[in-house]
Each structure stands twice: as C-alpha cells, then as structure tokens.
C-alpha cells in the first residue's frame, strides 16, 4: 500500500449504530487530519493530530470521536449520528506542520457515510 | 462566512483551449494558496501554489495567478487536456498560523472536452 489509505470507503448506519473510519498513511508522516466534505460545502477541518497529539479541534460534536495510536494511523469513532452527519469524510496527511503552509497534505479517497 | 470562495461550480471548456478557474477569498490574513485537483473517488491530490510574495508561479501547464489587490487568484490551464475533467478545489492559509490548517473552497468542476 502506498500513500494514505481508508477504510471503509461506503458506509451507511443507524442514528443509534457505532463505528469507526480508520485512515492509515505510508508516508512517514508526523501529521495527520480529518476534513467533513458535506453536499455543496467546501472541505471542512474536523481535527488535526501532530506526533499523536491533537492540536486542533475544530468545534466538532462529541458525536465524533478522533484517536491517534500512532503517526500512521488515525481513526474516527462515530457514535449517535445524525443524517446531517451523512458526508464525505477525508483523511490527510503531512510531513512537518509546524513548518506552516507549504507542508503539502496528501488525502485520502474518503469514506462516504450514510445516516439514516 | 465562507473566507475562501469559488463561484462557478463548474466549467466546460474544449480540449487544446484555455482553462480558466476563479477563486476570491476574504481574510487578509490569508499569506500562502493552493490548488488541489479531485478525481471521482479519489481523495485532492496537490496541484500548484502560491505565496502572496509572488504574483505568479507555473509549472508546466498550470499556472496560477494572485492578485493581492483583489483577494484574487486564478488557475490557468494551457492546453487543456481531457484528462484535466476534475474537481478543483482552491485553499488558503496562514503561514504563521503554527501548522497547515488549509480552508477551502467549495470546488470548481471541470471539464474539458475533446
């Protein structure tokens, strides 16, 4: 494998279901991130890890749930979602965040998640 | 409030033409610009960017424009290829901001015809 991997890439679950996205990199990465891609929304930053420790959370709901083991995996635990929840969920990673912007993020396919 | 916008959703263009892809953007805080490309299926994959030092940088084909002025910056693709049809995604930054947090636009759609 190569580049950033996730699984599963559909998903679909009950408001009362529990499950979890798992993003893995091939990179050597220090960073990793997850974006909401929503219908007709631009990408949005949900959480940012750096050396496994989060730096950045951007006002998600507790409903999502992140957990970094490691510098190569990340995972999303989902837990009483909503059908507003239902987007493209994107994983990214990064060499050196804190060398600011012209560290380039490569992505993952996503996960495309489904609430009913 | 959308700090970084792309206001054409989508854009056709035939094949060996110019693409031309528009993104405007609100925060002048905002110091450093990419462009990522997304096929179907597949996660952005970088394209090209820009420091707001600079008013132009190409690479082969693509070049983007930055218009600091204007809180503008434009993607030219010269010639346009099929291969180009894809999503394109503009984004922003902050380069003092500690990490690459990007904000990004909702995306243009491209296509380019043969």
């Known amino acids: 494998e190569t580049g950033v991997t996730q699984t599963p890439r559909h998903l679909v679950m009950g408001m009362t279901n529990k499950k979890s996205l798992k993003c893995e990199q091939h990179?050597?990465?220090?960073?990793m991130y997850w974006y909401k891609q929503s219908a007709k929304k631009p990408l949005e930053l949900m959480f940012v890890?750096?050396?496994?420790?989060?730096?950045e959370n951007n006002s998600v709901p507790s409903r999502f749930s992140p957990e970094c083991p490691n510098s190569s995996h990340l995972f999303l635990h989902l837990h009483t979602l909503q059908p507003e929840d239902s987007a493209l969920y994107l994983c990214?990673?990064?060499?050196?965040?804190?060398?600011?912007?012209?560290?380039?993020?490569?992505f993952g396919p996503g996960t495309r998640l489904t609430v009913l | 409030d959308q700090q970084v916008k792309q206001n054409s959703p989508s854009l056709s263009v035939q094949e060996g033409r110019i693409s031309i892809l528009n993104c405007d953007y609100t925060n002048s805080m905002f110091d450093y610009f990419l462009w990522y490309k997304k096929y179907p299926a597949e996660g952005p994959t970088f394209l090209i960017s820009?420091?707001?030092?600079?008013d132009k940088n190409e690479d082969g084909r693509f070049t983007v424009f930055l218009n600091k002025s204007a809180k503008h910056l434009s993607l030219h693709i010269v010639p346009s290829q099929p291969g180009d049809s894809a999503v394109y995604f503009c984004a922003a930054t902050q380069t003092n901001s500690g990490y690459s947090t990007l904000t990004f636009g909702k995306g243009t759609m491209l296509l380019v015809s043969p």
């Open positions: 990214a990673s990064s060499q050196d965040p804190s060398g600011g912007a012209t560290d380039t993020q490569y």
């Open positions: 890890y750096n050396f496994k420790e989060q730096t």
């Open positions: 990179l050597g990465h220090n960073a």
């Open positions: 820009i420091s707001s030092i600079k």
